[in-house]
């Protein structure tokens, strides 16, 4: 027993690259053994490596079995060995799945997927966001990175690496090269707004550093604060404070129009707004607008300029970016395949 105590110790300390090739050898050597002692039982070397297979996981059918006293004696060694040996690779594996399970609870797992979208320190805005992700778009990768210690929102889709997130090597683990978006929410855990302005600013600052390419959103506690982000070639912002002001004054001053933003606002419900590449057959907005509501789409804007239809007559440029209004359906049986999601 104390010998089989150290072998089981040793055995332990392994290599799990090792170990497999000691199952591996362990299985061929015993399986051709007992084809060499007995042939006429096993009548080949598949059988014999049958048997020993379902010997070794206590399986045991009987269809094969050692009739000789040597024959009878391997038996016995799978037995005490064989088993031993497959119960410690089965018990390597199921630590091997727990810890992974671990390392992905408390973000230690590098993300390899591509075209995610990349969530930047954890608040309720970013839970809101992540679920509006998941409603929109189900089959996107999400992945979070926050200074926090587990996973804050358990979903097969949704990643996280914990982290600083101003750190490239965590932007890294978090594949951001890869990323098809990043959104940087305010962090909620400091009270100062300069200073959370200043967290975002430095984590924007990471990504254009390391990955210029993905498109980011950030959001802003102080106007004055916007040239910083422009500085760094920030894409998108949005004023945090602004926002919920400026909605909750429409709403005051004009009753009903709160359903017409948040369906705007969600993916979830009612009309959406998408991005349609210009036709080489339109001369004019009033040729684009004529068409697309003919599809039932309306155009409201070429990129950030909402005027376009006070000036229908005006030809298009090379560089517009047309965007209209149309609910899914009219998207996807009319305009899929030419239009993108802004």
């Known amino acids: 027993m104390f010998l089989i105590r150290r072998l089981s110790i040793k055995l332990l300390r392994l290599k799990n ?65 064989g088993i031993g040996l497959l119960s410690l690779v089965i018990g390597k594996i199921i630590d091997r799945v727990a810890d992974m399970h671990r390392r992905r609870e408390t973000g230690k797992l590098k993300f390899h997927g591509k075209q995610h979208v990349i969530i ?20 996107t990768d999400i992945v979070i990175v926050d200074d926090s210690p587990r996973h804050p929102y358990d979903h097969p889709k949704v990643h996280f690496v914990s982290g600083d997130p101003t750190s490239v090597d965590v932007l890294n683990q978090a594949g951001m090269q890869s990323a098809r978006a990043a959104i940087i929410f305010a962090d909620p855990r400091i009270d100062d707004s300069s200073l959370v302005d200043g967290k975002s600013l430095l984590i924007a600052s990471s990504i254009e550093s390391f990955a210029s390419h993905v498109h980011t959103t950030v959001e802003v506690m102080l106007e004055k604060h916007t040239h910083n982000f422009r500085h760094v070639n920030v894409n998108e912002f949005i004023l945090s404070h602004d926002a919920v002001s400026r909605l909750a004054v429409k709403s005051a001053l004009e009753e ?87």
């Open 120 to 139: 930047l320190n954890w608040s309720r805005k970013a839970q809101y966001a992540i679920e509006e992700l998941l409603s929109s778009s189900p089959t």
């Open 17 to 81: 690259s090792i170990l497999a090739v000691l199952v591996v050898l362990f299985v061929l050597l015993t399986a051709s053994t007992a084809y060499l002692i007995e042939p006429d039982t096993f009548t080949s070397w598949f059988n014999a490596l049958y048997w020993v297979l379902t010997t070794m996981a206590t399986v045991g059918y009987g269809d094969y079995y050692a009739v000789t006293p040597l024959g009878k004696l391997l038996t016995i060694f799978i037995y005490i060995f």
């Open 256 to 342: 009903g129009n709160m359903d017409i933003f948040y369906q705007l606002l969600s993916r979830q419900h009612g009309a959406e707004i998408y991005q349609v590449p210009t036709d080489p057959q339109w001369v004019t907005y009033e040729d684009a607008f004529n068409e697309l509501l003919r599809q039932g789409a309306t155009l409201i804007s070429d990129r950030s300029d909402m005027g376009i239809n006070r000036r229908l007559k005006d030809k298009i440029p090379a560089e517009a970016k047309l965007f209209v209004i149309c609910d899914t359906q009219v998207y996807v049986e009319n305009l899929q395949g030419k239009a993108a999601k802004p």
